[in-house]
């Protein structure tokens, strides 16, 4: 007779449930090589083993508006592309934000990319709560510059 703990017997997580987002912030367009397409890779890897579903956009590649509103078109500009890119964050259990750090500082790209982002953090959801309640912000830096992954985190923690 065998004797096993509850522990070893459980199914291994499932996160097929989750779905993942992330904002390539690098100053390349597609097709460009990008050093940062190159770290989401292994990072998107992991997370698609694990059953999460997940979408990477390359925010260089779309017109998105400078501003803090959530649709610059209301505020004179003629085009802009955030808000398709919104519907997608919030399609998403998890937003990942990745890019350059240039001279000790985030990308222009990330900087518009976190702008957009807090443009919308007043928005709520069906419950009352502000629209991004109960997700999960996380970042990923390349670059030799130190400093980054903070500026990023408080970026994304700010409420």
Known sequence: MTSSSPATDAPPASYDDLRALVINCTLERSPGISNTQGLIDRSTAIMDAQGVRVDVVRAVDHDIATGVWPD???HGWATDAWPDLYQRVMAADILVLAGPIWLGDNSSVTKRVIERLYACSSLLNEAGQYAYY?????????GNEDAGCRRDYENLEHR
């Open 72 to 74: 610059m078109r209301e």
């Open 134 to 142: 109960g997700r999960v912000g996380g970042c990923l830096i390349t």
